[in-house]
């Protein structure tokens, strides 16, 4: 079960700001995730080899060729913020 102090720390992380409704409903739903998920526990899993790749495929890329690109106005059009003509972000390290 995850707690009220665990799902306002993810929302925190997230940023995300809830209102107390949205706190009740999204814990039940997590609750109802994590118990559905636990359902594998109960699976005999010891003989089944992991799953890599679905496709039996490896490697397969396109060659690696210059192209026009965008100007840089363009790609910043719809960026929230901007600084010396670059996308501004959030400080993640202190």
């Known amino acids: 079960m995850i ?3 665990e799902l306002l720390n993810i929302a925190s992380l997230a940023k995300l700001k809830l209102s107390e409704e949205d706190e009740e409903k999204i814990t039940k739903k997590f609750n109802l995730v994590l118990n559905y998920a636990r359902m594998f526990d109960e699976l005999d899993l010891e003989n089944v080899e992991p799953l890599v790749n679905i496709n039996n495929l490896s490697n397969v ?3 690696d060729e210059p192209m026009e690109s965008y100007d840089r106005e363009t790609l910043l059009a719809n960026a929230p913020e901007k600084l010396y003509g670059c996308i ?3 400080k993640i390290i202190e």
């Open 3 to 5: 707690e009220k102090k």
């Open 88 to 90: 501004k972000v959030s």
């Open 61 to 63: 890329m396109r060659e």
